[in-house]
């Protein structure tokens, strides 16, 4: 089941949930007044939101998790600084955040442990996206400038230390405030589009670290989508209308370069855009507080959800299993016994001293996911109390199972012995008739 | 006697037979179906058995002879004649462009033969052949085949015995690449080797330093055409991005690393040449009294060829860290060390020049340049690996007091060398202060503060100073990041930066519009110190103060109403969003420079464009909490209401540009309004500032505008105060009749009725929802437009009698084409019909009118009275 995760800065509409395809109404997510960018779902196992007051300092401001079931958000936790974007790599074991001070966090989702935080950006962090394979972030700021993180690099202590930059690259072509960041695909090769308060989108290569493309569009940016193939991208102005830019053509030397067309059904700002990908589908929220979704060949509307009154400013597609609750692991089940919840406890404040820096390996694990083949990022520390979980777990379910097989072998022995016994009676009628009819021919005789 | 006889005979003729006789001197008329075989010809020319060749039909030079001629006695064995016919061939080039088009190649063929001729006068008269006439003719050919015409003959010459020969060959050398630079490449190796060639046995010709001069600033000029010394590469990149294909492959090689490391191998067997001729020329300096001009030459082109190689290799060693896989990596490396003691042997220690007599001012001068080219050399050398600290000191040491112009005469600000040494000495700055060199940073930072305030605005050094700034920014905010401001050396550099910030408005406005580029980085750099200024208090309260300095860059407006704008408004486009992107990252933005921004945008110089980035990027800037609510909705005000649409322009066609401007501008403000908030609290902060505006009656385009912006945040149920709907219902009722007497008249003949009944739309438009929002005010409006028939009516007779009915007829007009207008509105239909007594009232008023000035009335005034009531009256039933 795909379904539309909308929400708005104002608080009152939560988060709307509606399945893509039938355009029925889901479950509505309650209190979230998330930012631009602020609404992630984590690995499609929950959904998590900063919830942002509006820059007022004094307003604690703090990380919600919902999971798909229930309407309350589950668990809350408070990180040092108000935490406005949001990214989770694509299995959900970590989570990223910007802050207004220019630095990002990166926590591990299973443990709620900070791992890293640095500084990113001399402004707040406007927008951060994993990329395809998960090794790179990518980060906007209000400060104009682009940065690629590789996640290598960041908890690789040593060069970090040795190197001059954290940072892979860093585009500062922008003379205003980035608003949107899109990666395609391709790993460590992809193309980046940023969307900038100065009106234009630049396009940028990460293997060679240059500026491709420059796209001036009469309105600010404010949201881009990517096509999946990657021939040309949406981007919602302020102005209402989606502009349809090419990629994948040589220039065309026109009055408005780049641009292709535009349509628009919007009166107000688009705020933020989606793509659908099983029916090629664009979604598109706006400033009124309602969500179409386009049909991207043909630019027409197929379906609106109305949000709520204030701006919509996030729209996720998402993916998801059709009963997530029944679905998980016995792992998982078991530790729900304990926890009550099924979520992930709350994200730390701080990091942890080092004591603990012993187990701070993040290691690769191949085929070791419970849910995908996927490669996961785990802290080695986790894996051993899975490790140590399982070997628990595993003694008793032996036993169950030592258990359901002579169970088994006992109901099995009990047939046999049912079948043993029908066969004796059977005999024994067949003897006693032979018997009795032997003596009555011989008494015949 | 024998006469007479054939006469006696003839009348005795007919003897024997009878003689036919013919017409003679007639013939037959040749047939119909003949064909003219008949060949005519005036003359045959046969030229070649001439004497004196006949040369009518070609171009020849003034003594008469042709290209042909001329190339042949170029190879003449007499000196004379040869040069003779290079002067010859020049002059005819000269008369007839057309010859050179087309026999240019041939012509080529035959001269390239002279560049190694024996004779200095030909040689000389071939050079300037070739560089008044043929290659400046050559422009648009295939330059490369040209070239590869003539290089091997100056490579011929270049081996030549005689030194004289050799010399002028590289003359020659200079000349083709003056003529087409990216031949430079193909050829580099070669050239090189002959350089360094004629280097090697440069005692010969000592003498003759004005040749050596020559060839030493070919040399200068060879080494600053390889690559990586040419810093314009990056521009023309920048130029052709976005036309590739994004997904496609391309093949990029870089055209640096073709062949380089053989360069690079040729380059090195230069250094050692170069430094010994320099050697040669040191005990000169010592020992002469006043020096020549061609030595001081001729040692800093030497100096200057090293300097090149140096940031060559340098280049090359760069390259080879960043790719360990190219050829000759620890070759490289090896080789680098001779050449770098070799400098430090030899060239370091006879630094600082200083001259032994007393010199003149432009020996002074001179001894400066070599000087400071020496430590360009150096900190170049430093880079590279790291040189003795007493040897660094002292050339600090010299680099600050050069900034600072203590080396005598010769260095005060404003002289042509030192400014065009030291603005290459300027880079170095960034990177000593990224290195943090103890207590040198402090001193260089003073002494670059000095320059940069020093120098001339627009200068190439002001240039230079405000891109190192930009250089040394982010190494200063990594520093102050790092252990904030408790180091003294870090405080330091926050008080150099914050006296760099201060300076810059000044700079701004001292440059004026006379140096775009110059502003333009300028420009820059604020933008870039904006977007960083985040780090650190005392820099943000700093940026933060520079808009107060800032508004005589915009514009300044006296009390009296007088207003000057600043530079910002004749600075070219890409500047104005640089200045304006600045602006969004001041932490606050205060009134004073609001006014000024408002000022500006209400200039009718600026581009519409430039005044949506204007507003947009204030809206940004509002989104963000950097401009107070009130500040930021008087601006909308002043910018609706003075936005000039000059009256003429409003009657004559509402599709003017300026119209259209204000409308837009109307329609984005609005959207912005109500992004806002909470509309009532808009509502209650701008009601007392436009109704304000409104007595003052703006022309009708501002007071739609303003009224738009009322409605806008206004909603069904009208939150408008009773006093304001007084007010409104005065003004009102004037509002729309004006709107509904300007446009048709206007557009009588041009506008199609659409356009004219859509433009009254537009105007009316707010003052319907505000009916539909407020019944009171609609018949506030009614009254009002009754009272105004009757005022008008009530005034005595008098002798602008005809006049003054013609006014109250256009009164009568007006009324009731609004009051149609209104009716053809369903909804307001409904409402008018609940003000039946208001519009009897009128009706009653035009019906007296009509009574009362029957007799002063035409017929035709009659009628349209008459119409005017009938239509009225249908409103009413």
């Known amino acids: 089941m795909e379904v539309v995760l909308a929400s708005s800065s104002s608080g009152e509409g939560g988060i709307g949930c509606w399945d893509l395809h039938t355009g029925a109404e889901q479950l509505r997510y309650k209190s979230c ?38 309407p309350q958000p589950e668990v809350k936790s408070f990180p040092a600084e108000s935490i406005q974007p949001l990214a989770a790599n694509h299995s959900g074991t970590y989570i990223a955040g910007g802050a207004p001070s220019g630095h990002i966090y990166l926590w591990e989702v299973e443990t709620g442990r900070l791992l890293k935080k640095w500084r990113a950006h001399f402004r707040e962090v406007t927008c951060l996206v994993f990329s395809e394979d998960d090794s790179l972030l990518v980060s906007g700021s209000g400060d104009g400038s682009v940065r690629v993180w590789s996640l290598f690099m960041i908890f690789d202590d040593l060069r970090s230390q040795q190197a001059t930059n954290l940072y892979e690259y860093s585009f500062s072509e922008h003379t205003l405030s980035v608003t949107d960041v899109v990666i395609g695909i391709g790993g460590c090769n992809a193309n980046i589009v940023s969307a ?70 919007h009166s107000k700002s688009v705020t933020c855009l989606a793509y659908g990908m099983r029916e090629n589908l664009l979604i598109s929220g706006s400033e009124d507080g309602m969500v179409r979704v386009w049909n991207a060949k043909t630019r027409n509307i197929v379906r609106m959800f109305k949000h709520a009154k204030g701006p919509v400013n996030n729209i996720l597609v998402v993916r998801r ?88 072998d006992y109901q099995l022995s009990m047939q046999m012995a049912n079948q043993w016994k029908k066969m004796y009676e059977n005999l024994h009628q067949f003897c006693v008739k032979e018997l009795l009819d032997g003596g009555q021919t011989r008494n015949l005789d | 006697m024998t006469r007479p006889k054939p006469n006696s005979k003839k009348h005795r003729g007919a003897v024997d037979f009878k003689k036919i006789r013919r017409k003679v001197g007639r013939k037959l008329p040749p047939p119909s179906n003949t064909t003219n075989t008949e060949i005519k010809s005036k003359a045959i020319v046969l030229p070649e058995q001439s004497v004196a060749a006949e040369k009518a039909g070609f171009a020849v030079n003034k003594k008469g002879l042709t290209l042909k001629e001329l190339l042949q006695q170029t190879s003449h064995h007499n000196v004379k004649v040869r040069r003779d016919a290079l002067v010859g061939i020049k002059d005819l080039f000269i008369r007839y462009p057309a ?47 040209i070239i590869s015409l003539l290089m091997p003959y100056i490579f011929n010459a270049m081996t030549h015995l005689a030194v004289d020969v050799r010399i002028m060959a590289f003359d020659f050398l200079d000349l083709i690449l003056d003529f087409y630079p990216p031949s430079f490449s193909s050829y580099a190796e070669k050239i090189f080797q002959n350089y360094e060639d004629i280097l090697r046995g440069n005692q010969y010709y000592l003498e003759d330093k004005g040749k050596l001069k020559d060839a030493l600033a070919g040399l200068v000029r060879c080494l600053s055409l390889l690559p990586w010394n040419k810093g314009e590469t990056d521009l023309h990149n920048k130029g052709d991005n976005g036309r590739r294909v994004l997904h496609a492959f391309d093949i990029d090689m870089s055209t640096s690393s073709n062949g380089f490391s053989c360069i690079i191998k040729k380059l090195k067997d230069l250094v050692p040449v170069l430094i010994n001729s320099f050697l040669e020329f040191t005990p000169l300096i010592h020992s002469m ?31 080879d860290s960043e790719s360990p896989c190219s050829q000759g990596g620890p070759d490289v490396a090896g080789l680098d060390v001779t050449i770098s003691s070799a400098v430090l042997k030899k060239i370091i220690p006879h630094f600082p020049l200083n001259p032994v007599h007393h010199l003149s001012e432009r020996d002074y001068d001179r001894l400066l340049g070599l000087n400071l080219i020496i430590a360009k050399i150096f900190f170049h050398l430093n880079e590279w690996m790291s040189l003795p600290p007493n040897l660094l000191d002292t050339f600090l040491e010299f680099f600050e007091n050069a900034m600072l112009g203590k080396l005598g005469r010769a260095a005060q600000p404003g002289k042509a060398v030192w400014e065009e040494h030291l603005v290459q000495l300027l880079p170095f700055i960034p990177k000593f202060i990224s290195h943090g060199t103890s207590y040198w940073t402090s001193r260089l930072l003073q002494a670059f503060t000095q320059t940069f305030r020093e120098s001339k605005p627009g200068s190439l050094l002001k240039l230079a100073c405000l891109s190192a700034i930009e250089d040394m920014l982010t190494p200063i905010q990594n520093l102050l990041s790092m252990d904030e401001t408790s180091n003294p050396e870090n405080l330091e550099l926050l008080d150099a930066l914050l006296d760099w910030i201060r300076y810059l408005p000044m700079l701004l406005i001292q440059l004026g519009d006379k140096h775009p580029s110059c502003s333009q980085v300028a420009l820059r750099l604020q933008l870039c110190i904006g977007q960083r200024a985040l780090l650190n208090s005392s820099l943000v309260d700093m940026y933060d103060s520079m808009q107060y300095l800032l508004q005589d860059f915009y514009c300044t407006c006296q009390e009296g109403g007088h207003v000057s704008y600043g530079p ?53 800037a509002y989104r963000d909490g950097h401009i107070k609510i009130a500040d930021y909705l008087s601006v909308f005000i002043t910018l609706v209401s003075r936005f000039k649409v000059s009256p003429e322009i409003s009657f004559a066609g509402f599709k003017h540009p300026l119209c259209q401007t204000l409308k837009s501008m109307t329609t984005v403000l609005c959207s912005y309004m109500t992004q806002m908030g909470d509309n009532s609290l808009v509502l209650q902060m701008i009601e007392k500032a436009i109704l304000n505006q409104i007595p003052q009656k703006p022309s009708l385009d501002n007071s739609c505008s303003l009224l738009r912006m009322l409605v806008i945040v206004d909603s069904k149920p ?46 009316l438009l707010p003052c319907f929802f505000m009916f539909d929002r407020c019944h009171k005010l609609m018949s506030l409006v009614l009254k009002r437009m009754g009272s105004a028939i009757t005022e008008s009516s009530f005034s005595p007779i008098s002798d602008k009698c005809t006049q003054h009915t013609w006014n109250s007829l256009i009164r009568v007009n007006a009324v009731t084409s609004v009051l149609l207008l209104m009716h053809k509105d369903a909804k307001l239909q409904q409402i008018m019909s609940l003000f039946n007594e208001d519009i009897d009232n009128i009706i009653q008023k035009v019906l007296s009118l009509q009574s009362s000035e029957r007799k002063s009335m035409s017929i035709e005034e009659r009628h349209k009275i008459q119409c005017a009531f009938e239509q009225l009256q249908i409103l009413t039933e």
């Not at chain 1, 234009?200 to 670290?209: A, F, I, M, P």
């Not at chain 1, 600010?220 to 302020?238: K, T």
Request: aromatic share 8%.
């Open chain 1, 321 to 408: 299993e059709n009963d997530s609750s029944n679905h998980t692991s016995p792992i998982i089940q078991a530790s729900s016994k304990k926890q009550v919840s099924n979520l992930p406890p709350p994200l730390e404040k701080y990091a942890n001293p080092k004591d603990e820096d012993s187990n701070m390996k993040t290691i690769i694990s191949l085929g070791g996911g419970r849910r995908s083949v996927d490669p996961l990022y785990i802290s080695s520390h986790v894996i051993s109390n899975y490790i140590k979980q399982f070997q628990h777990e595993g003694s008793g379910a032996a036993s169950e199972m030592e258990m359901e097989k002579l169970k088994q």
């Open chain 1, 33 to 70: 007044a998330s930012p631009s960018h602020g609404l992630v779902a984590v690995g499609a196992r929950f959904l998590a939101s900063s919830s942002s007051h509006l820059r007022d300092s004094l307003a604690t401001s703090s990380l919600l998790f919902w999971s798909w079931s229930k």
């Open chain 2, 718 to 763: 009208t939150r408008l105060s009773e006093q304001s709907i007084i007010m409104l219902g005065h003004h009102l009722s004037e509002y729309m009749m004006n709107a509904v007497q300007c446009i048709p008249e206007g557009g009588d003949e041009q506008e199609t009725p659409s356009i004219q009944s859509s433009a009254q739309h537009y105007y």
């Open chain 2, 99 to 145: 010859e050179l088009k087309l026999h240019k190649y041939a012509s080529l063929e035959k001269l390239r033969e002279r560049i190694g001729d024996d004779d200095k006068v030909v040689r000389k008269s071939l050079y300037d052949l070739f560089k008044v006439v043929i290659l400046p003719g050559c422009k648009e050919d295939n330059q490369e085949l």
């Open chain 2, 568 to 620: 910002f408004l004749r600075l070219p486009r890409e500047s104005q969003e640089l200045s304006l992107c600045s602006l969004y990252y001041f932490s606050y933005l205060d009134l004073p420079i609001l006014k000024s921004l408002a000022c500006c945008c209400l200039s009718a110089d600026l581009d519409p464009y430039v005044l949506f980035r204007t507003i947009e990027i204030l809206h940004s």
């Open chain 2, 289 to 319: 009294e006043s020096l020549e001009g061609k030595c001081f030459g001729c040692m800093s082109s030497i100096l200057q060829s090293i300097d090149l190689i140096v940031r060559s290799i340098s280049y090359g060693t760069d390259k």
């Open chain 1, 196 to 265: 900038s308060l100065d009106r234009t989108c630049k396009v940028w290569s990460l293997s060679r670290g240059t500026l491709l493309r420059n796209i001036v569009f009469p309105s600010v940016i404010d949201s881009i989508a990517l096509d999946p193939a990657e021939h040309v991208f949406y981007a919602g102005s302020r102005d209402g209308k989606i502009f349809i830019a090419a990629l994948n053509t040589e220039s065309i030397v026109t009055h408005n370069y780049g641009i292709i067309d535009s349509f628009s059904n």
